[in-house]
């Protein structure tokens, strides 16, 4: 025992020893310091919009999470990092002495912006502080800031609000003017990088001394720096990368001479012992790869990291060049690119970090010699290695991993942990000048993604050149579709996901057209972890417009050859669009859910771009994983419906063909209210749009909606799916001429009366929807649906050739002739030229007078009949008959007529909704019929054989009975959920531990150190002590929350493991005023502590 603590205690002194040692030289890898900070919180906050997480502070240090641990998480949720910390270094002369300043391990800088030379803010102020924000921030989901363990979904977004409502534009902060009148505006405008969906801003400065002083033994100059970090909410290259704008002003009142400026990183690719670094000089990126293509903590095809010069600080240049700065291309300037590179070897004497602390020598004179592209503690040009024969370089590690050539890592030294910096420099800044150096910090390769070590850097170059390319066009970027915003209800062995709940979210995302990538589906995936990629799940549904696109190719890489091949990226099948999916299987295993076991959920929106030249041509949501449990009603809860249940609709109102039908989609979510569906008529839509109003509440929930189809592409109300259906506004397609079973309410026309003196048959080439395709609704020339109704056709007496016998029948009635080429040079017939009067184009309108054999009534109201006004067109051709009269064409079976194609006579008749009058109509004697008034009835049909009409003959057309805003109908919801305590005291006689025996290990353990077993059925109070069967108490838990599952992490109340054995469970449960005993079996597997 005493050998022992002798044995610990003297590793604990050998290691303070090493640690004091390592300091003093200043290589060791040093943890955040905590940050005295009473006021302007938060102090720091992370960029998690996509698939990164990254740590930023408030005084510029990055990439170190709280407890001074590596803190760029890659993938988000992995828990798994590539960068242990990042900070960003300046050097430069000011009257002719060097100064070095900035962040790398320790900050060098304090909160708050340069009021004026020598006087900066008070980094204590409440507005000195970090902000964040997200376009998104009132209805996106919160679920990686969630994870990230960021609070309570209500404290983030009103952290998000906050952030919005005080965004320190007026410091410097970016923003997008949405009304341009200069100033932010938290009501219009939209803080944050523009386009961008998250953004990060801090100011700091160098006017603290002592912390300029602490760095490398400088003084301060005066800098301010301002820093923008942004990201995108996308798969892809930009998806697994964020951006950071440095802002830099010299407010020191005197020259900087001789600047550099240095992006500086501390990368542990996962395990930091097995990394080695390099550069590309074509692209201006530093990175850091693993050696080997296994790594300890990443596992196997370990990702690659990097940052790169996006811009340089700009400098004069030739009259030809062109650099960017403050948002445009500058003419005559030029940015400068990555003009050294240097890396630190851990533990090395030559290639060694410079020191920390308050020595001027050997902290800023060995940064200023790497600023200038020499090793840090010798002053030397880095050498060539030996491979490469004599000579130096300012960029070591500039070879090609990938194709094994060059200066690559690995030769000089063996694996290890890295340290590493790109400089871009030199430049002059005079007092007041500004530089704007932007960088990219990205991520590539891993597990999931097939790619080896060595891939990883050919995709981290990849993803650069894309970015580069998009820097370059000042981010107009196309992006996907908002992330779908999904309510998730637990059930037994069942989980039921809903994303239509949100009508504006469901608009928005649905709506989603941008820079020719527009909307086309929805992705739902099963993922095994909270931590996997999209890669390693399974795509269960896919759901996505009808439009014939189906499949989507695109470009990926193969992880094999590197080479880029087409492949199905998204597998839609014009299976029409859906909002919410029941899930009683698990598609990993295949075998039912399980209750009680997590399970892991995503859904997502793409969007497509059809022009054949765009890379990518789909672009996808990243996936926001979702972590679920199915399990039984917790104690005393009932549910009163279950998934696809029909709830029965009872119309108030109306007399249209449509109906309304509701299915109950997530039962935890009914209200057992009373909902109306009702309908309005919509200018911009041309028609009745609908709504649904909950009467309890006296609230309309969702309103303005077009879909009466009938497919599963409807929103959902109250745990409902509201499906409302119609009929299109045109003529029916049926006649009494179909099946004779075939329904009469379904017909287009059929006889009133006499018989059928009119035929399709020659006529029917427009393919009209009525009358076999001879006769059809407006809709043609796009009549307003509004004006389209049932209509009487009534006969006057004629002769063989159209003539009326009594001009003055009633229902011979005055029309409007127009005339088809009307504005040839000449007529086609000698004859025709009496009656061509108006010679204008189009479908021009010739005369008004008495004599068409024809009266038309309104009879949508079939008691109160109105007759509308009529005309007829005529067509100046060779085979016309234009002769001032409307007579069709006649077609008998031996010899079958032309009368719709362009040579054809065109003798059409037109119903307008204009009331009958002998006097004309100012609105209907135009130039061009098709622009005035339009038809409610075209009509191309031909005379049924040589006959004259008697009169009398009445002809029905019916067209469909749409839902207009006198109909309306009404559903009661199925009862909301129900709690009974009287229910409740007997469903705890369900409580259960599982798994029981606990053989060793518990299938949902994420590693050895996690070990429990979880009590289910349990109301939301209750407390458990755990005895062993010698009555003594090893633990007592005490559970408030509102799910019925309890752990036991098999540890005593002291946290030390139980002993194998049996123990006992007396589970108290004093608001029922119930206990319950369970016996549980723990068997433990041998340990063997690594961890002390």
């Known amino acids: 025992m005493n050998q022992r603590i002798i044995k610990y205690l003297s590793m604990l002194?050998?290691?303070?020893l090493f640690t004091s040692q390592a300091l003093a030289e200043g290589v060791t890898k040093v943890g955040r310091k905590s940050l005295r900070k009473t006021k302007g919180v938060p102090t720091y906050t992370r960029l998690n919009i996509n698939n990164l997480s990254a740590y930023l502070w408030y005084d510029n240090t990055a990439d170190n999470n709280e407890l001074g641990n590596s803190g760029l998480i890659y993938p988000k949720g992995s828990n798994k990092a590539t960068d242990y910390m990042q900070g960003f270094v300046w050097g430069g002369k000011v009257d002719g002495e060097v100064h070095v300043g900035g962040s790398t391990y320790q900050a060098g800088l304090q909160p708050g912006r340069i009021i004026s030379p020598g006087l900066a803010e008070d980094p204590e102020a409440d507005d000195v502080r970090i902000f964040r924000v997200r376009r998104d921030y009132k209805t996106g989901s919160m679920s990686a800031e969630m994870r990230d363990g960021e609070g309570s979904e209500a404290a983030i977004r009103a952290q998000y609000a906050k952030d919005w409502e005080e965004w320190p534009a007026i410091k410097g902060a970016p923003y997008e003017d949405m009304d341009g009148d200069g100033k932010y505006d938290p009501a219009v405008d939209i803080p944050g990088v523009p386009g961008a969906d998250q953004t990060v801003w801090f100011v700091t400065n160098d006017l603290d001394n002592d912390k300029v002083n602490a760095l490398y033994g400088s003084n301060t100059i005066g800098v301010e720096l301002q820093t923008t970090v942004w990201g995108y909410s996308t798969a892809g290259a930009l998806g697994n990368m964020i951006f950071k704008k440095y802002t830099m002003i010299n407010k020191s009142g005197k020259p900087l001479n001789e600047a550099h400026v240095s992006v500086w990183s501390d990368p542990d690719n996962g395990d930091a012992n097995d990394d080695f670094a390099g550069c590309d000089t074509t692209l201006s990126l530093g990175y850091v790869y693993n050696a080997t293509n296994n790594d300890a903590i990443y596992g196997p095809n370990p990702p690659a990291m990097g940052f790169d010069y996006f811009q340089g600080p700009l400098v004069p240049g030739e009259a030809s060049d062109t650099g960017i700065a403050f948002g445009k291309k500058i003419g005559g300037k030029k940015n400068l690119p990555m003009t050294a590179f240097y890396y630190f070897i851990n533990n090395s004497p030559v290639y060694a970090d410079p020191t920390i602390g308050r020595n001027y020598e050997k902290g800023t004179m060995q940064f200023w010699n790497l600023l200038n592209g020499k090793i840090s503690v010798s002053g030397e040009p880095f050498p060539l290695p030996p491979s490469l024969g004599a000579g130096t370089t300012p960029f070591p590690l500039s070879g090609d991993p990938v194709s094994a050539t060059g200066y690559l890592d690995g030769e000089l030294f063996p694996k290890g942990d890295r340290r590493m910096g790109m400089v871009s420099g030199p430049f002059e800044m005079a007092p007041g000048d500004t530089q704007e150096i932007v960088i990219a910090e990205i991520c590539a390769g891993g597990p999931g993604?097939?790619?080896?070590?060595?891939?990883?850097?050919?995709?981290?170059r990849s993803y650069d050149k894309v970015a580069q390319d998009a820097y370059?066009?000042?981010?107009?970027?196309?992006?996907?579709?908002?992330?779908?915003m999904v309510h998730v209800t637990e059930l037994n062995q069942e989980i039921d996901l809903d994303w239509g709940w949100d009508p504006e979210q469901v608009l928005e995302t649905e709506s989603h057209n941008k820079k020719g990538f527009a909307f086309e589906g929805y992705n739902v995936y099963q993922l095994p972890s909270a931590t996997a990629t999209k890669s390693e799940g399974v795509r269960i549904a896919t759901y996505d417009e009808v439009n014939d696109l189906k499949y989507i190719l695109g470009d990926v890489v193969d992880p094999a050859t590197g080479v880029t091949l087409k492949a199905v990226?998204?597998?839609?099948?014009?299976?029409?669009?859906?909002?919410?999916?029941?899930?009683?299987?698990?598609?990993?295993?295949?075998?039912?859910?399980?209750?009680?076991?997590?399970?892991?959920?995503?859904?997502?929106?793409?969007?497509?771009?059809?022009?054949?030249?765009?890379?990518?041509?789909?672009?996808?949501?990243?996936?926001?994983?979702?972590?679920?449990?199915?399990?039984?009603?917790?104690?005393?809860?009932?549910?009163?419906?279950v998934y696809g249940d029909t709830?029965?609709?009872?119309?108030?109102?109306?007399?249209?063909?449509?109906?309304?039908?509701?299915?109950?989609?997530?039962?935890?979510?009914?209200?057992?209210?009373?909902?109306?569906?009702?309908?309005?008529?919509?200018?911009?839509?041309?028609?009745?749009?609908?709504?649904?109003?909950?009467?309890?509440?006296?609230?309309?929930?969702?309103?303005?909606q077009a879909n009466q189809t009938g497919d599963e592409a409807y929103l959902t109300v109250g745990g409902l799916l509201i499906k409302v259906f119609g009929v299109p506004l045109l003529m029916k397609s049926n006649d009494m001429l179909d099946d004779p079973a075939t329904p009469e309410d379904t017909w287009g026309w059929k006889i009133l009366s006499g018989a059928r003196r009119f035929t399709w048959t020659g006529a029917d080439g427009y393919a009209l929807e009525g009358f076999r395709g001879a006769m059809g609704a407006g809709t043609l020339w796009g009549t307003p649906l509004t004006q389209l109704k049932d209509l009487k056709l009534v006969l006057a007496a004629t002769d063989t050739l159209g003539n009326p016998l009594n001009p003055d029948d009633a229902s011979v009635s005055y029309a409007y002739r127009y005339l088809r080429l009307a504005n040839a040079d000449s007529a086609a017939k000698p004859e025709f030229a009496p009656f061509i009067i108006n010679k204008n184009p189009g479908y021009a309108f010739q005369d008004f007078k008495k004599?068409?054999?024809?009266?038309?009534?309104?009879?949508?109201?079939?008691?109160?009949?109105?007759?509308?006004?009529?005309?007829?067109?005529?067509?100046?051709?060779a085979a016309?008959?234009?002769?001032?009269?409307?007579?069709?064409?006649?077609?008998?079976?031996?010899?079958?007529?032309?009368?719709y194609s362009p040579t054809a006579p065109r003798e059409w008749l037109f119903v307008f909704d204009v009331p009958y009058s002998t006097t004309p109509d100012s609105s209907l004697m135009?130039?061009?019929?098709?622009?005035?008034?339009?038809?409610?009835?075209?009509?191309?049909?031909?005379?049924?054989?040589?006959?004259?009409?008697?009169?009398?003959?009445?002809?029905?057309?019916?067209?469909?009975?749409v839902n207009t805003d006198l109909d309306s109908w009404k559903f009661t919801a199925p009862s909301a959920v129900s709690m009974s305590t009287e229910i409740a005291k007997a469903d705890v006689e369900k409580i259960n531990v599982f798994p029981n025996p606990y053989y060793g290990a518990n299938s949902e353990e994420l590693n050895k150190y996690q070990k429990f077993v979880t009590f289910s059925h349990l109301p939301q109070s209750a407390v458990i002590r755990i005895f062993n069967l010698a009555g003594q108490l090893v633990r007592t838990i005490r559970k408030d929350s509102p799910d019925q599952f309890q752990r036991w992490d098999l540890a005593t109340d002291s946290g030390l493991p139980v002993a194998s054995g049996v123990y006992v469970a007396y589970v108290d449960m004093p608001q029922l005023g119930k206990t319950k005993i369970l016996k549980v079996a723990v068997i433990q597997e041998q340990q063997i502590l690594d961890r002390f």
């Open 13 to 16: 002194l050998l290691v303070a």
């Open 472 to 484: 370059n066009n000042f981010f107009v970027l196309p992006s996907a579709p908002r992330q779908p």
């Open 449 to 460: 993604s097939g790619l080896n070590n060595l891939k990883a850097v050919e995709m981290l």
């Open 926 to 961: 135009v130039n061009n019929m098709t622009d005035g008034v339009l038809p409610v009835i075209i009509s191309s049909l031909a005379n049924r054989n040589s006959k004259s009409w008697p009169g009398g003959d009445e002809l029905g057309i019916y067209v469909n009975q």
């Open 851 to 877: 004599g068409l054999p024809i009266a038309a009534y309104d009879i949508q109201d079939p008691a109160n009949p109105k007759r509308l006004a009529v005309g007829f067109l005529e067509n100046n051709v």
């Open 569 to 641: 990226q998204q597998f839609g099948n014009d299976t029409g669009l859906k909002h919410q999916i029941k899930i009683d299987k698990d598609f990993i295993t295949n075998l039912p859910l399980v209750n009680g076991k997590k399970y892991y959920y995503a859904v997502t929106a793409y969007a497509y771009n059809p022009d054949p030249l765009a890379v990518p041509n789909n672009l996808e949501n990243p996936i926001a994983i979702m972590t679920i449990i199915p399990h039984a009603p917790d104690p005393g809860v009932r549910f009163h419906a």
């Open 880 to 899: 016309g008959l234009v002769d001032g009269k409307y007579w069709p064409p006649i077609s008998t079976s031996a010899k079958k007529v032309d009368n």
């Open 647 to 704: 709830v029965k609709a009872v119309r108030l109102s109306g007399r249209s063909q449509g109906n309304v039908e509701a299915y109950v989609v997530d039962p935890k979510m009914l209200t057992g209210h009373d909902y109306q569906v009702s309908f309005e008529f919509n200018q911009d839509a041309n028609g009745y749009l609908w709504k649904v109003k909950d009467l309890a509440l006296d609230s309309v929930m969702i309103k303005n």
